[in-house]
């Protein structure tokens, strides 16, 4: 069960209208890693988890915390849009140059949504269920999200730097503490699991199960030889079961392939039957 306040979380207030920032703001709202996105895939995560215990409460806990901010970022986009000047705009558009300045305000937000936000990015590309994941798997979930925070930051920050707008910083500045806050809980939940179960998903998998002479092989697939550097070249596996093994050039375990002709009502191009 859920519970509305009218309140929000953290104010959403600009200081005066700017509809081509509305239409920016989209992106964090209703893109890959916006707020939608993170709210639904917390959300199903807590409800798929098979589990009852801090997990899944920390997962319905933060979930509910995304849709409060999935009301912040509507609220702000709504008030950007507030009295925009649709005529001015239009007269102002006469000019070339003015009309490119222009050129970033969605024209969906007059014609669509009445002023409002949309369920979309910034590209005016609708929000998709396909964006979210919920495996069942904890830690890989729980890395995905951690995924989903950092680009989700990223995003925020990158937004704050492209306004001068103080209502707009304000607001930006809670959403980027609190992402702060989300990849350090993220990441605190990872290594709880990981110190539980190891770092390989899924755990519950049989090793001896798997080719084991390739599990820490890495292999030199590009130009030279500097990714031979990297932790993952060389010492002990992070798992603590293996050795890396820097490996180059790459070997090839199987042969060429050598295909049967298809049957003749494929109509494909008959293979070569002889030497050229």
């Known amino acids: 069960m859920f519970f509305h306040m009218k309140e929000l979380q ?15 703001l989209q992106e964090i709202l209703g893109g890959q ?11 199903f995560q807590g409800w ?16 509910t915390e995304e849709l409060a901010h999935v009301e912040m970022l509507a609220t702000m986009i709504a008030r950007l849009l507030d009295k925009a000047p649709l005529a001015d705009l239009e007269k102002a558009a006469e000019n070339p140059v003015t009309a490119a300045i222009l050129g970033g305000m969605n024209p969906q937000h007059a014609i669509v949504s009445g002023l409002g936000a949309l369920p979309a990015d910034s590209a005016g590309n609708r929000w998709t269920a396909d964006y979210i994941g919920a495996s069942g798997n904890l830690l890989a ?4 999200n951690l995924t989903a925070e950092s680009q989700g930051r990223l995003q925020a920050v990158r937004l704050y730097e492209a306004t001068t707008d103080p209502g707009v910083k304000d607001m930006l500045a809670f959403l980027i503490a609190r992402d702060t806050m989300h990849q350090n809980m993220w ?3 990872i290594a709880e699991i990981e110190a539980q179960e190891n770092i390989v998903v899924p755990s519950t998998f049989p090793r001896e199960l798997e080719n084991q002479y390739v ?3 890495f292999y030199n697939l590009s130009a030279g030889e500097e990714s031979k550097k990297g932790r993952w070249a060389k010492g002990a596996s992070m798992d603590s079961m293996g ?9 090839a375990y199987g042969e060429a392939p050598k295909l049967k002709p298809a049957p003749p009502y494929m109509h494909n191009t008959p293979p070569t039957t002889r030497e050229e």
């Not at 953290?10 to 920016?24: G, H």
């Not at 979930?141 to 995905?144: G, M």
């Not at 050795?243 to 070997?251: L, R």
């Open 33 to 43: 890693f916006g707020e939608i996105s993170v709210a639904l895939q917390y959300l």
């Open 243 to 251: 050795e890396f093994n820097y490996v180059s050039p790459a070997p």
């Open 10 to 24: 953290y104010e959403a207030k600009p200081s005066k209208p700017d509809p081509i920032f509305a239409n920016q």
């Open 187 to 189: 990441k605190a939940a």
């Open 141 to 144: 979930d729980f890395r995905a």
């Open 215 to 217: 599990s820490y092989d």
């Open 48 to 63: 798929n988890s098979r589990t009852t215990d801090k997990y899944r409460d920390l997962l319905m806990d933060v979930g």
